[in-house]
């Protein structure tokens, strides 16, 4: 494995600071060291900048916000990418807490052209409050199955799993990792999508693949733990990203037109 690739880490967040915290302190325990971190927040809270500027945390913090005007998680995406400098951009939520090998799997598959893709585990409530009141990162697989939580066999750290390109594929915003140069070849993340659902990941994700990128499922490698909270009822806005998915996956412009440039 190549320990000279840059990873910038991007983390999109709103409002939990406590959910940050558990997922700095995993990013903390992270066995590729190469890396700097961006906060993503689609907002701006008091809360979570005085906690991010009063981390102590080994690592390097860049924090981004913008002023809270609905969703407009693309729009701070694509605010990261033009500072970025890393080799390899990886992307997760403010709410995915970390498997100590995530990053190096992740480097570990690079090669410069690829699109790397994890799933996760939803933790249930009672594993996801263990995690926020102790030092413990990585859940036992007795303490899931027993509180039921969902898609414990996504946790299975299986290194010497082959890792295949894929010609079916399904990107999820919280777990992905991007070549920089790939990104750039379809102009970043599409702001014109102001809706949850779609445009950070399923949009990118056909644009990418209309360019003949590769794909790799890191499925059992990249793993990450979802903390479990509530979920508004958004259904209407996702209908509404879906219809614009659709049109433009339809019109079929790959490099997008509202993106990094």
């Not at 990053?103 to 926020?132: C, I, P, Q």
């Not at 969902?150 to 990792?177: A, D, T």
């Not at 990450?224 to 659709?246: C, I, K, P």
């Amino acid at each position: 494995m190549n320990n000279t690739i840059s990873v910038n880490l991007f983390i999109s967040v709103y409002k939990n600071v406590a959910f940050l915290k558990k997922v700095l302190d995993s990013v903390e325990q992270q066995y590729y060291k190469n890396f700097i971190v961006t906060i993503l927040e689609d907002g701006e809270f008091n809360e979570m900048r005085e906690f991010i500027a009063n981390s102590t945390y080994a690592f390097s913090i860049v924090h981004l916000s913008q002023q809270d005007l609905g969703f407009r998680k693309n729009k701070i995406l694509n605010a990261g990418l033009r500072k970025n400098t890393a080799d390899l951009c990886v992307f997760i939520d403010g709410d995915c807490v970390l498997h100590p090998r995530f990053l190096y799997e992740y480097v570990r598959y690079f090669n410069g052209s690829s699109v790397m893709f994890g799933k996760r585990t939803y933790l249930d409530h009672k594993t996801s409050a263990l995690l926020l009141s102790t030092n413990i990162i990585v859940p036992s697989k007795w303490t899931m199955y027993k509180n039921k939580s969902k898609h414990v066999e996504e946790s299975f750290y299986l290194p010497f799993k082959p890792v295949l390109i894929k010609k079916h594929h399904y990107l999820l915003g919280s777990n992905m990792g991007i070549p920089f140069s790939t990104l750039k070849a379809v102009n970043g993340f599409d702001e014109d999508y102001t809706f949850v659902g779609f445009g950070e990941d399923c949009d990118i994700e056909w644009r990418i693949a209309k360019e003949n990128f590769s794909f790799l499922n890191l499925k059992h490698h990249a793993i990450q733990f979802h903390l479990d909270h509530e979920r508004a009822n958004r259904e209407e806005e996702t209908a509404v990203s879906r219809q614009m998915f659709e049109r433009k996956k339809g019109e079929g412009f790959s490099f997008c037109k509202n993106g990094l440039y």
